[in-house]
């Protein structure tokens, strides 16, 4: 595999196996750091994941959260299995659009039941990550880093309406942690551009700066300070693509105390300032 560019892909894994699996990676392709998506085109898994053995069967899809010990025990043939893997950090730090709050359930649900799909979504998923593993390998430089990134995004949000569709038929048990966090994710889809604080968020959800923080980071992999900070970058770049907009309106909008606080802090965060971020837009 091409060396790639690890300042945009660190914490992206795609595998794709067809025929079988080795058995010299059946306890190392999972990386308890990373959220692991399982899809089965043909084929059979027998899956140890924590103390509970899972079947996944053709034309299912499997969810296998962080922080879960998970193994391969036994595979069925004819196998044709996609395995996608990814950290927390890169979902955040890529997303190329503000997410819906329904962008993050299947992040965050513990245990994950299997999905059956129908033969389209196994067709679109499929064809999906073959681009984004396809983008991994080129050695072709223009444009690499944004298809790569606009089709980690779709393939993201087209599991996430899969989840979504099928909620009532999986009946979703939520822990009382999980609850809080997507509680969380809800106040700061609606309030990111305007508080900036943690405090806001726990008051509001009637729990202390260090408890939301720790719950947070124990259910996604990031604090709720980190989030929100990738949240307030997030809009920043959406509103830096208006070239009717000027910087110093966009630091209004995001209610910063003046242009030199938002110019430190984006490129604190994202590392170019705002006005170098619009020049690679090539926004005049």
């Excluded at 730090?93 to 196994?122: A, D, K, W």
Aim: net charge positive; glycine share 4%; proline share 3%.
């Amino acid at each position: 595999m091409p060396k790639r560019e690890s300042k945009y892909y660190k914490g992206l894994k795609i595998r794709i196996f067809k025929r079988y699996i080795p058995k010299s990676l059946y306890t190392d392709i999972f990386d308890i750091k990373n959220l692991s998506i399982l899809l089965l085109s043909s084929g059979s898994l027998r899956l140890k994941v924590n103390e509970t053995t899972w079947e996944l069967k053709a034309k299912e899809l499997m969810i296998i959260p962080k922080r879960t010990n998970c193994r391969v025990l036994n595979a069925g043939f004819p196998l044709y299995m996609h395995f996608v893997s990814f950290t927390s950090e890169f979902v955040f730090q890529n997303s190329i659009q503000r997410p819906h709050i329904g962008y993050f359930e299947f992040f965050i649900q513990n245990p994950n039941p299997q999905i059956i799909l129908q033969n389209e979504e196994i067709l679109t998923l499929t064809s999906i990550i073959r681009l984004i593993d396809l983008n991994l390998n080129s050695r072709k430089k223009n444009f690499k880093r944004e298809l790569l990134l606009h089709n980690f995004n779709l393939l993201v949000y087209e599991i996430a309406g899969i989840y979504h569709r099928n909620s009532q038929s999986i009946n979703v048990r939520r822990s009382r942690k999980e609850k809080l966090v997507m509680d969380f994710f809800r106040l700061l889809e609606k309030n990111c551009r305007s508080e900036h604080n943690v405090s806001f968020y726990a008051d509001n959800l009637f729990v202390t700066k260090r408890h939301l923080n720790k719950i947070v980071k124990l259910v996604v992999g990031m604090p709720a300070k980190q989030l929100i900070e990738e949240a307030i970058i997030l809009e920043a770049k959406i509103l830096l693509q208006d070239d009717g907009l000027t910087i110093s309106s966009i630091s209004e909008e995001l209610r910063f105390s003046s242009l030199s606080s938002f110019s430190n802090f984006f490129k604190k965060i994202s590392g170019s300032s705002p006005s170098e971020y619009r020049l690679g837009l090539n926004i005049k």
